[in-house]
């Protein structure tokens, strides 16, 4: 039995080596800890109430996140993803406004797809660096919200364009719809991305497009996909966001294109592409969402907020050239 003792040890300190190796337990571990950190700062921090609150703060940054994730894990960027989503509610609540709620969701669903598909094009058919490809189309894109909305605000009546900001009760948690619908979200993008061959591809042409090439992988077609899945994924933020907030502010929404960026980097997603995962960007976002709340709870000014998200965002991309080295 005494010789079998140290061969237990062994096996118990390589099960843990093997845990603390697994992409998703740095975020996990972070999360855990700022929930603890911020619950023993103040009682009404872990109430249910204040929780549901973090994840529906949560909602518009989570769903852009998705299609951020799918973009970087091909090794790219999205400065522009926040801006689309932007323009969409825009052009969501003023063609509703005018033309009826039916002709409004198409709308935006064209011009949100467009840009989306804009991007690809531009990334894939004529290899442009999606860093400059993506700001260029920020830029734009920011300007043209502007114009469309004349730098006025459309609000937004009660009915389906604000469905998902209605409540609803969990399991005895209280959520709204736009929560549900952001789980949604993860869960497809989980599927695709670990249960189909084009979420395989996807994976294969971030970790090295050469490669992919030469095993046959029509690397084109999955970039292409991302960016035209990323608009896609923008007018489910453009609606959640008018769930959130029943008013389309052309000014809403600034940091998010480097919020998801944040989310995804943070989530373990690695920014040179081909490893990471929806659901370490989902809890990414959670610690980003955790960390805001809490730090408002203590009573710590917004700038200092920001001072230590960009501590954390440099501190998990440290981590992640560090795994790589380690790796290579």
Known sequence: MTATLPAERASR???????????LFGPLLALVVALIVFSSLTDSFMTARNLSLV???????????????????????????????????????????TEGVLIGVLTTVVVCLGLGALNGALVTVLRLPPFIVTLGVFTAVAAATQLVAGSTTFPVEAGPLTVLGKPLTVFGFPTTWGVVVMLLVYLVAWYVLTQTSGGRHVYAVGGNRN???????????????????????????????????????????????????????IGGTSLFGGRGSVVGTLIGTL??????????????????????????????????????????
């Not at 300190?13 to 992409?23: G, H, S, W, Y």
């Open 55 to 97: 994840l529906q703060q949560s909602v518009v940054v989570g769903i852009l996140a998705v299609g951020q994730t799918l973009i970087i894990l091909t090794a790219g960027i999205d400065l522009s993803i926040g801006a689309v989503a932007v323009l969409g509610t825009i052009v969501l609540a003023k063609t509703a406004g």
């Open 13 to 23: 300190r390589t099960d843990v080596a093997r845990l603390i190796r697994e992409p």
């Open 287 to 328: 610690i980003v969402g955790v960390l805001r709340n809490g730090l408002t709870q203590a009573g710590v000014d917004n700038l200092y907020q920001n001072i230590a998200t960009g501590i954390l965002v440099i501190l998990a991309v440290a981590l992640d050239q560090f795994a790589r080295r380690r790796n290579s």
């Open 211 to 265: 490669a992919a090439q030469l095993t046959g992988i029509p690397t084109a077609r999955p970039l292409f996909a991302v960016y035209l899945l990323t608009g896609a994924i923008a007018v489910v933020a453009a609606w959640a966001a008018l769930g959130r907030i029943p008013n389309a502010d052309p000014n809403a929404y600034q940091n998010a294109n480097l919020e998801t960026i944040t989310a995804v980097v």
